[in-house]
């Protein structure tokens, strides 16, 4: 059983940053690797980021550029830092590991950015 707590996001507006965390309790969190979505209204979820174990990153390209995954071992959480923000970055953001071909997800984070 694996939890993920995730933290920050909030109203920012148009051209701002913002940070989000995701606490993993997960035992083996050094070896697992984590992803970032979000889903907009009416829209499907999609992946933003994701980080391997050894660190590797991989992005949408509608963020490359702007937004940053990163991991932090010894405190087992995984951070989005979010710059630049677009209007069309509002969405809930949720983290998510696989463990034994099951998902576990982040309870999501409201993000919204006016313009």
């Known amino acids: 059983q694996v939890q993920l707590v995730q933290s920050g996001g909030g109203l920012v507006q148009a051209g701002g940053s913002l940070r989000l965390s995701c606490a993993a309790s997960?035992?083996?969190?050094?070896?697992?690797?984590f992803g970032w979505y979000r889903q907009a209204l009416g829209k499907q979820r999609e992946l933003v980021a994701a980080?391997?174990?050894?660190?590797?990153?991989n992005y949408a390209e509608s963020v490359t550029g702007r937004f940053t995954i990163s991991r932090d071992n010894a405190k087992n959480t995984v951070y989005l830092q979010m710059n630049s923000l677009k209007s069309e970055d509002t969405a809930i953001y949720y983290c998510?590991?696989?463990?034994?071909?099951?998902?576990?997800w982040g309870q999501g984070t409201q993000v919204t950015v006016s313009s």
């Open positions: 980080i391997s174990s050894g660190g590797n990153t």
């Open positions: 997960s035992s083996t969190f050094s070896r697992d690797t």
């Open positions: 998510k590991v696989t463990k034994y071909a099951f998902d576990y």
